[in-house]
């Protein structure tokens, strides 16, 4: 059984810095991508970032590129979150893809079919 505990989240100032960790056991970290996404009130869920299987790769959302980096060490993987503004308030969920080895992960919620249970961000004015 897969499952991914995440942790990091809070409240903060905007310009502020915080760091998510979500934990993967139960499935092959370094075979599948690992991304996060975010949901804020009566949002949709979207894409935020995502590691390539090999960890070879990044891809980030427009919103956040530059601002938050994607990265892993063995089964956790990191969301590094710098100069929040109060629109990244939201739950922030970590997921694994489905498809193992894929050439490119998706950004689409669809592919991925194991979730975090959520940690919430919210970033002050």
């Known amino acids: 059984q897969v499952q991914l505990v995440e942790s990091g989240g809070g409240l903060v100032q905007a310009g502020d810095s915080l760091r998510l960790s979500c934990v993967v056991s139960?499935?092959?970290?370094?075979?599948?991508?690992m991304a996060w996404f975010r949901q804020a009130p009566g949002n949709e869920r979207e894409f935020v970032a995502a590691l390539k299987w090999s960890g070879t790769s990044t891809y980030y959302a427009d919103q956040v590129k530059g601002r938050f980096t994607i990265s892993r060490e063995g089964a956790t993987t990191y969301l590094q979150m710098n100069s929040l503004k109060p629109e990244d308030t939201g739950v922030y969920y970590c997921?694994?893809?489905?498809?193992?080895?894929?050439?490119?992960?998706?950004?689409?919620?669809?592919?991925?079919?194991?979730w975090g249970q959520g940690t919430q961000v919210t970033v002050s004015s």
């Open positions: 139960g499935r092959t970290f370094n075979s599948y991508a």
């Open positions: 997921a694994t893809e489905s498809g193992r080895q894929r050439n490119k992960p998706s950004r689409e919620p669809q592919a991925y079919d194991a």
